[in-house]
Antibody, heavy 119, light 110 residues
Framework: QVQLVESGGGVVQPGRSLRLSCAASGFTFSSDGMHWVRQAPGKGLEWVALISNSGSYTLHADSVKGRFAFSRDNSRNMAYLQMNSLRVEDTAVYYC????????????WGQGTLVTVSS | QSVLTQPASVSGSPGQSITVSCTGTSSDVGGYNYVSWYQQHPGKAPKLMIYDVSDRPSGVSNRFSGSKSGNTASLTISGLQAEDEADYYCSSYTTSSTWVFGGGTKLTVL
């Protein structure tokens, strides 16, 4: 069965960096794009980015442009979110989710990892 | 990115039907048949319930259905059950090659 497990969250000071990881199993990882979605405490879902199946391109929200970078290692079934210049408003649970190819939907989600940006 | 507009809350009694609306623009909901709906129980990850406006993933009850008219999509849950109590989010692909979510609707089963 499809399983996505995020890791790397924690408490970080404003302006610092953090890298999140997403370990995938149960499907052909190299065939599907991977999304990142975040949810601030008590708030709704916010789409962050999609990295294509090959990693050749990414699409991302304006709110993270120039600060966040996205990558994947298909040999290790891993996706990564590098967060730089973190702001208090980046505090959220970050989910990785598998793209449902050809349908522009997110069909499997990880359990999320909490990132808290605070001084 | 704009947020799709959903009612903050809806409620219904067991066995009844409810509908959650999701209003966007011609740049998202109205522009594509790529509306999806997600269910989220407290403290849990979202779960895909509807994709491509009205298709259900394998394993999702046929009590859940979706539709769209113009810039507004809708999720209908028939035969409400206690376990349907959750937050529901709509989402759409956009002309900016991004995805946008609604603000979420809290469903209370009375």
């Amino acid at each position: 069965q499809v399983q996505l497990v995020e890791s790397g969250g924690g408490v970080v000071q404003p302006g610092r960096s953090l890298r999140l990881s997403c370990a995938a199993s149960g499907f052909t990882f190299s065939s599907d794009g991977m999304h990142w979605v975040r949810q601030a405490p008590g708030k709704g879902l916010e789409w962050v980015a999609l990295i294509s199946n090959s990693g050749s391109y990414t699409l991302h929200a304006d709110s993270v442009k120039g600060r966040f970078a996205f990558s994947r290692d298909n040999s290790r079934n891993m996706a990564y979110l590098q967060m730089n210049s973190l702001r208090v408003e980046d505090t959220a649970v970050y989910y990785c989710a598998k793209d449902k190819g050809g349908h522009w939907a997110l069909d499997y989600w990880g359990q999320g990892t909490l990132v808290t940006v605070s001084s | 990115q704009s947020v799709l507009t959903q009612p903050a809350s809806v409620s219904g009694s067991p066995g009844q039907s409810i509908t959650v609306s999701c209003t966007g623009t011609s740049s998202d909901v109205g522009g594509y048949n790529y509306v999806s709906w997600y269910q989220q129980h407290p403290g849990k990850a979202p779960k895909l319930m509807i994709y491509d406006v009205s298709d259900r993933p394998s394993g999702v009850s046929n009590r859940f259905s979706g539709s769209k008219s113009g810039n507004t999509a809708s999720l209908t849950i028939s035969g409400l059950q206690a376990e349907d109590e959750a937050d529901y989010y709509c989402s759409s692909y956009t002309t900016s090659s991004t995805w946008v979510f609604g603000g979420g609707t809290k469903l209370t089963v009375l």
